[in-house]
């Protein structure tokens, strides 16, 4: 006959004792089965003691906990919550250094328990760990398991993140500035910024002013991938939690720093695989930088714009090598044509004032900023490919125009451009930005690379235009 279903065998540990093999009863009280497992070994004050799952967690056994002992597990005796927290409390203000490092490592790593982790800031155990990281007398491993635990204890979300001083987040953003730092220290330092910045609007304002993304680069340039994990991290976070007008700054900052390069150097072509969180903070910071474009790209050109029309203007310039003079040049109606038959050239769908093209959102004028980007940096290849098939018949035909704004499109979509922004109850009225240079350059890099494939497909099946290269993209 099978035991009652409430019924759980276990062994029991005790330093310096054998374990004993009992049976709990889940229906009873923890506190009664604690003080039958006490008055077994002859221990006095069962109020006292508790049960903790003997691995390597050392979780306390709770109330609420309780059901998750299985049938053959191992527990151990050991000190109440509040008795162990007591004494740490008491252990880690030694003046013996030896002593208070060992108080400290138990701290870390008892920290990681919640039952524990309420007992010990019951008692202001944070504000004693912010104290002695201000006071700026323990270096090395004494700071760095003063630092473990104190994001062992704020990982488990009791105490809010807006009771610290100006002097903590001044201190642990000196640890982050110096050059050279204790591995450990610069980890744990970076993790508590990035915590700071992502759970207080206020600590981001005030962390932004102790760290720069100068000061963040070099920790990039090493060899160490939680270190370099923990910096992106950190530069997310600022660029997540900053106002819509500073994240244009941002990355143009991050442009001139040349981040990319010293991603692609350090991090994606460094002889160590790239670890599931490091590949998650390189996807948040290619959408924070790619979410930049939204803007620009649910903008609709506005025919009447002068300046808007320029560029249009100068990609005919560079195409057929000509100069804009509205007042030479002979009769309106000849320039009329001449601008219609060079506007066809360049594949626009509205010949005579192309500007319309650009009024359909996605890809609005992201996808003009695509073509002068090209044209521009890429001058001989837009001036073969716009002659080249000027000169083909219709049904042969690669329409430029036509084919940077369907593409631009299509980037659009599979980079989720502007998808992941967080949600607004209120619609905000939207302002003229800055473009982001760099973030763009990503999608420009892209059309050039994949223009000669678009023309081929637009020849093959003009209907099929977008799905056949978005097949040909996922391959």
Known sequence: MPPPADIVKVAIEWPGAFPKLMEIDQKKPLSAIIKEVCEGWS????????????DATNFYITEKNRNDIKNGSILRLTTSPYQTALQLHERIQSSSMDA??????????????????????NLDGIS??????????????????TLTAFVELMDHGIVSWDTFSVAFIKKIASFVNKTAMD?????????????????????YHKVAQEITIGQLIPH???????????????????????PEEKR????????????????????????????????????????LNFNLLEDRMMTKMDPQDQAQRDIIFELRRIAFDVECEPNNGGSIEKRKSMYTRDYKKLGFINHVNPAVDFTQIPPGMLALDNMLYFAKHHQDAYIRIVLENSSREDKHECPFGRSSIELTKMLCEILKVGELRKSSSAKKKKKKKKKNTDAVTCLHKFLVTNVGTLCIMYRRAKQNLFSYFHSTLLV
Do not use: C, W
């Open 128 to 145: 004693l760990l912010t104290q002695m990281v201000e006071s700026g007398t323990d270096f090395g491993d004494l700071l760095s398991f």
């Open 183 to 203: 591995t450990a220290v610069l980890q744990r330092s970076l993790a508590i910024l990035e915590s700071m910045v992502l759970n207080s609007q206020d600590l």
């Open 43 to 54: 221990l006095g004050s069962h109020e006292t003691y508790a049960l903790q799952i003997a």
């Open 220 to 242: 990039l340039q090493g060899t160490d991938q939680d270190i370099q994990t923990y910096t992106i991290a950190v530069i997310n976070a600022l660029f997540l939690k900053a």
């Open 100 to 121: 208070k490092l060992e108080s400290l490592k138990d701290l870390a790593n008892a920290s990681r328990d919640i039952t524990f982790a309420q007992e010990f800031i």
């Open 248 to 287: 244009q700054e941002m990355a143009h900052i991050l442009a001139q720093k040349q981040l990319r390069s010293i991603i692609l150097t350090n991090v994606i072509r460094s002889p160590t695989p790239i670890n599931d969180e490091m590949a998650h903070q390189l996807y948040v910071l290619q959408v």
